[in-house]
């Protein structure tokens, strides 16, 4: 994955090439070319910080390791291998491993992933379970954190970490969240509060990105499938009422044919109404999933300080 320092104001901040992205996930400055590009396996119900029920104010909780209800018996872990082969054999590039139940799983698809000789695999992994992870060999590691709780310099006990997924506060992302001396990339995970009322950070400042494919695709959503622990097709892992799909009765294929996924990965800001005459529209990454979270629509704007 390339590294790049993050635009804008929070880039200034963060004057380190560890950092790839703050406040988006890190393919949001990738050019898309409106194909299938990376899958994000979820093995569990998951143990994480936040959840589904209490509600998840993550910028980057897609990566990230959450807690959420599952609607049925969770898929084998044979059926999540049959899924990872046949994304690589519809050229799938890029694999993330997230929402495990125990280390256990998310080792063995690890392995496996590894195998398929995926150009780019990551594993997430919650801080307290890294000692009981061993290293896979093609398999980039991201261990996750809350800052103040825990900092990067705690870290450096494990050298073969790729990066860290860093859930910072709005008050402390400015803060010391990068002395230490941990060299691994940087995802730095931003809490957005429930409502713009309680907002004390400038939200466009995050939000800045540079994405040639901006107009025609957008900057997260295209070429993203999610698939959940039981098997459901999501263009988000945190849009869980836009199912595309059942990987219980059908192939990845098969969901692949249909237009509401599609629809997601062209879902530009000229398809939201408020966003469409917006002079700052495709250099602004904003993260439906939060927007729906607040508002209980996918075309919300609650965090626009613009449109406010």
Same mark, same amino acid.
């Given at each position: 994955?390339? #590294?790049?320092?993050?635009?804008?104001?929070?880039?200034?901040?963060?004057?380190?090439?560890?950092?790839?992205?703050?406040?988006?996930?890190?393919?949001?400055?990738?050019?898309?070319?409106?194909?299938?590009?990376?899958?994000?396996?979820?093995?569990?119900?998951? #143990?994480?910080?936040?959840?589904?029920?209490?509600?998840?104010?993550?910028?980057?909780?897609?990566?990230?390791?959450?807690?959420?209800?599952?609607?049925?018996?969770?898929?084998?872990?044979?059926?999540?291998?049959?899924?990872?082969?046949?994304?690589? #054999?519809?050229?799938?590039?890029?694999?993330?491993?997230?929402?495990?139940?125990?280390?256990? /799983?998310?080792?063995?698809?690890?392995?496996?992933?590894?195998?398929?000789?995926?150009?780019?695999?990551?594993?997430?992994?919650?801080?307290?379970?890294?000692?009981?992870?061993?290293?896979?060999?093609?398999?980039?590691?991201?261990?996750?954190?809350?800052?103040?709780?825990?900092?990067?310099?705690?870290?450096?006990?494990?050298?073969?970490?790729?990066?860290?997924?860093?859930?910072?506060?709005?008050?402390?992302?400015?803060?010391?969240?990068?002395?230490?001396?941990?060299?691994?990339?940087?995802?730095?995970?931003?809490?957005?509060?429930?409502?713009?009322?309680?907002?004390?950070?400038?939200?466009?400042?995050?939000?800045?990105?540079?994405?040639?494919?901006?107009?025609?695709?957008?900057?997260?959503?295209?070429?993203?499938?999610?698939?959940?622990?039981?098997?459901?097709?999501?263009?988000?892992?945190?849009?869980?009422?836009?199912?595309?799909?059942?990987? /219980?009765?059908?192939?990845?294929?098969?969901?692949?044919?249909?237009?509401?996924?599609?629809?997601?990965?062209?879902?530009?800001?000229?398809?939201?109404?408020?966003?469409? /005459?917006?002079?700052?529209?495709?250099?602004?990454?904003?993260?439906?999933?939060?927007?729906?979270?607040?508002?209980?629509?996918?075309?919300?704007?609650?965090?626009?300080?613009?449109?406010?």
């Amino acid at each position: 994955m390339e #590294k790049a320092v993050c635009a804008g104001s929070a880039g200034e901040v963060f004057q380190s090439q560890s950092v790839v992205s703050v406040a988006k996930p890190p393919w949001s400055n990738k050019t898309s070319n409106g194909k299938l590009e990376r899958l994000i396996l979820q093995l569990g119900a998951g #143990k994480g910080k936040f959840s589904e029920v209490e509600g998840i104010p993550r910028s980057i909780g897609c990566i990230g390791n959450n807690r959420f209800i599952l609607r049925r018996e969770p898929l084998s872990i044979e059926r999540m291998k049959e899924i990872l082969l046949e994304f690589r #054999k519809l050229g799938g590039k890029e694999v993330w491993l997230t929402n495990y139940d125990n280390v256990e /799983t998310l080792l063995a698809l690890s392995v496996f992933a590894s195998e398929l000789e995926f150009p780019e695999v990551y594993a997430v992994v919650l801080f307290d379970d890294l000692d009981k992870v061993t290293p896979v060999e093609g398999v980039n590691f991201i261990a996750e954190l809350s800052y103040p709780e825990h900092t990067l310099d705690e870290l450096s006990a494990y050298p073969w970490l790729h990066g860290a997924l860093i859930m910072v506060a709005p008050e402390d992302f400015r803060t010391g969240l990068l002395s230490g001396s941990f060299r691994g990339e940087v995802y730095v995970d931003v809490l957005f509060p429930g409502s713009a009322r309680r907002l004390n950070f400038n939200v466009i400042e995050l939000r800045r990105i540079y994405n040639p494919s901006a107009e025609k695709y957008h900057d997260c959503l295209s070429g993203t499938v999610a698939v959940t622990a039981d098997g459901y097709v999501l263009p988000c892992p945190l849009l869980r009422n836009y199912v595309a799909g059942d990987l /219980t009765r059908m192939t990845l294929k098969e969901t692949l044919r249909k237009k509401r996924l599609r629809s997601f990965w062209r879902m530009t800001k000229d398809n939201i109404p408020t966003c469409a /005459t917006c002079p700052f529209k495709y250099i602004c990454h904003d993260c439906r999933a939060l927007e729906y979270q607040a508002t209980g629509e996918i075309d919300g704007m609650e965090y626009c300080l613009i449109s406010l």
